[in-house]
């Protein structure tokens, strides 16, 4: 099987590692890809959100499967050309990603699909957004209803730059916002293959979005992640996928617009129960760089199944045993800015060690490049995602960290936290069912 990756960050890294285990791949490539994929598959040069475009170089390649990485592609119609193009896409139509590419859309599934989510306001104006901040009052969340590379979110205690951000997002032209009830509890990441029917969830995963320890600072696109769960309750992917996942794939297909790619799931376990926090509508980053590492099943075949409509033929999904840790490092200045062009050194020593009970450690390149010397530099934000694989969730984090110490660039960022209040026995999923 000849297949072709769209992207080129850390989860991109993650899937081409993936898929070059599996012996069913004859070739791969990637585009654009990073110098850490260049070490496991064919790069090439593409505007990735020029349909087009990548359903031309899918040809060109001979693809008989494209998997579309992050979700801009995605909303901009990249699997309506590659289909068209007679060639097999793992991720959903542009309409159907409308799960991510609008929260307002993804409410209004919810609601048809009786998915539990937390109250909202969809909200055009400045006045709107002020009454539906005070009528939930603080915690603020405010959400951007577009597309925002992971900018779109604020939640804050301070109604001043709640509102500021409500602004900002309905003063754009077509702009909206969606203002909602602060859901308390544990998140979860938790990831669904399906190819617009059946629905296949993999194991679930955490991830840490504020830059800083104990949840502070703002926003970034995830700054570690660990899976398993250890603390998770027994039922909670079985719960999510009878109360969330199917029903939001049945909704999809009954309006015409079958999903078929990764169905993300973000859930807050919280006091009232499990609540879905947000959709998006392909792999998360960085939780993408612990699930896939222990999967134990070849992915191609299940990429493959979920795009051309037989996942139902699919054995169970096999695990690895053991847990999985990932840090990412970011550059200087994230998430406000990035800085381009400090020389990373350690990548190869971090992924030497091993421990004597089986520990590993890979690291997976996102904002890297080669300079003109063929040094590795930073090149964007998030740099690199450091996972530790190990026996249990201490032993892998422990792996993760060793690893982190072997790296090293100027302004390097990361935090100290990853996975230790779980490892700590110290989180609660707050559910009642
Ligand atoms: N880690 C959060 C995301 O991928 O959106």
């Not at 139509?93 to 989510?117: H, N, R, W, Y």
């Not at 603020?140 to 001043?160: C, I, Q, S």
């Not at 320890?213 to 769960?229: C, E, K, R």
């Not at 970011?330 to 381009?340: F, H, Q, W």
């Amino acid at each position: 099987m000849k297949i072709l990756v769209i992207g080129g960050g850390g989860r991109e890294h993650a899937i081409c590692v993936a898929l070059s285990k599996d012996d069913s791949v004859t070739a791969l490539c990637c585009a654009p890809g990073n110098p850490g994929v260049a070490e496991v598959a064919e790069l090439r040069e593409v505007d990735a959100l020029d349909p087009a475009a990548v359903a031309a170089l899918a040809r060109d390649f001979g693809a008989d499967l494209v998997v579309v990485g992050p979700e801009a592609p995605l909303v901009a119609g990249v699997a309506d050309a590659v289909r068209a193009a007679g060639i097999a896409c793992f991720g959903p139509s542009g309409e159907a990603a409308q799960l991510e590419g609008s929260k307002a859309f993804s409410k209004e599934i919810m609601a048809a699909a009786g998915v539990p989510t937390a109250e909202s306001f969809v909200c055009a104006t400045v006045a709107e957004a002020e009454r539906a901040l005070d009528a939930f009052g603080a915690p603020y969340v405010v959400k951007d209803d577009a597309l925002a590379a992971g900018k779109g979110v604020v939640v804050t205690e301070d109604r001043a730059e709640a509102l500021a951000h409500a602004r900002a997002c309905v003063e754009r032209a077509d702009g909206r916002v969606v203002i909602e009830a602060y859901l308390d509890g544990p998140e979860v990441s938790l990831f669904a293959i399906t190819d617009g029917t059946t629905v296949l969830p993999l194991q679930p995963a955490q991830d840490f979005k504020r830059i800083g320890d104990d949840d502070q600072g703002p926003n970034t696109g995830g700054m570690g992640a660990y899976s398993p769960l250890p603390w998770a309750p027994a039922g909670l992917v079985a719960e999510v996928l009878e109360r969330v996942l199917q029903p939001t794939v049945d909704e999809l297909r009954r309006r015409g617009t079958p999903f078929a790619g990764l169905l993300y799931a973000g859930l807050a376990l919280t006091s009232r129960g499990t609540r879905v926090v947000e959709f998006n509508a392909r792999f998360g980053d960085p939780e993408t760089q612990v699930v896939l590492p222990l999967l134990r099943t070849p992915l191609a075949e299940v990429l493959m199944a979920a795009a051309t409509g037989t996942l139902d033929r699919i054995e169970p999904l096999r695990w690895h045993d053991g847990a999985a840790v990932t840090i990412v490092l970011a550059s200087a200045g994230y998430p406000a800015s990035s800085r381009n062009g400090d020389v990373i050194r350690g990548v190869r020593a971090a992924e030497m060690l091993s421990s004597a009970a089986g520990g590993s450690v890979r690291v997976y390149q996102a904002g890297t490049a080669l300079d003109a010397d063929g040094e590795l530099v930073t090149a964007g934000g998030r740099v690199l995602a450091v996972t530790g694989r190990g026996r249990d969730l201490a032993s892998a984090r422990k792996m993760a960290y060793s690893g982190l110490t072997e790296i090293d660039f100027a302004g390097a960022q990361h935090r100290g936290d990853i996975a230790s209040a779980a490892v700590a026995g110290k989180v609660r999923a707050a559910s009642e069912g």
